[in-house]
C-alpha cells in the first residue's frame, strides 16, 4: 500500500469517512448490505478473505437482529472507515428485545470473524450490534 491509496478518516475538507444506509428489515435487502460491506472493505485494501469475513460477520449480524425487528421497519447500517479500521454497526427497533443470544451460533461466527464485536442497547425496544474489523498488513508467503 502506498501513501496515495490510504483512506484517511477525515479529509482535508473535514468530511467523515463514513457511509449510511437504511433499509426494510426484511432479509430480501441484505445483499445491498453485503455489496456495500465489500465495497467499502476494499477502499481499505482489505484482503479478499478479509472482504469475505466482514460480509458474512454483517450477514450473521443483520440475521441476528431481524428475528426481533418490529415488521415493517427498517434496518440502519452505519460503516466508517478510519485507516486500517472499518466499523460497522447494524440497528433495529425490537419488540422488548435488547441483547442477542451470546450462546448462540451466529454470535460465535460473529465473534470467530470480526476482531471485535459488541451488542448494544441505548434503550427498550432498540439494539444494534457493532462489528470492527482491522486490515492485517502481514501478507502471506
Not at 477525515?10 to 441484505?30: E, F, H, Q
Not at 448490505?33 to 469475513?53: K, P, S, Y
Request: overall charge negative.
Amino acid at each position: 500500500m502506498t501513501e496515495e491509496t490510504e483512506t484517511p478518516a477525515v479529509d482535508l475538507t473535514g468530511i467523515r469517512d463514513a457511509v449510511s444506509v437504511r433499509l426494510p428489515a426484511v432479509s430480501a435487502y441484505l445483499s445491498v448490505l453485503r455489496t456495500a460491506t465489500a465495497g467499502l472493505a476494499a477502499r481499505l485494501d482489505f484482503t479478499l478473505d478479509q472482504i469475505e469475513d466482514l460480509r458474512i460477520a454483517v450477514d450473521e449480524a443483520c440475521a441476528m437482529l431481524l428475528r426481533h425487528a418490529v415488521p415493517g421497519t427498517d434496518l440502519l447500517a452505519e460503516f466508517e472507515l478510519t485507516g486500517q479500521e472499518m466499523t460497522v454497526r447494524v440497528e433495529v427497533n425490537t419488540l422488548g428485545v435488547t441483547s442477542p443470544n451470546r450462546e448462540d451460533f451466529a454470535w460465535m461466527v460473529l465473534t470467530a470473524l470480526a476482531d471485535d464485536v459488541d451488542a448494544i442497547s441505548d434503550h427498550a425496544d432498540h439494539l444494534a450490534i457493532v462489528l470492527r474489523k482491522r486490515r492485517s498488513t502481514a501478507r502471506p508467503s
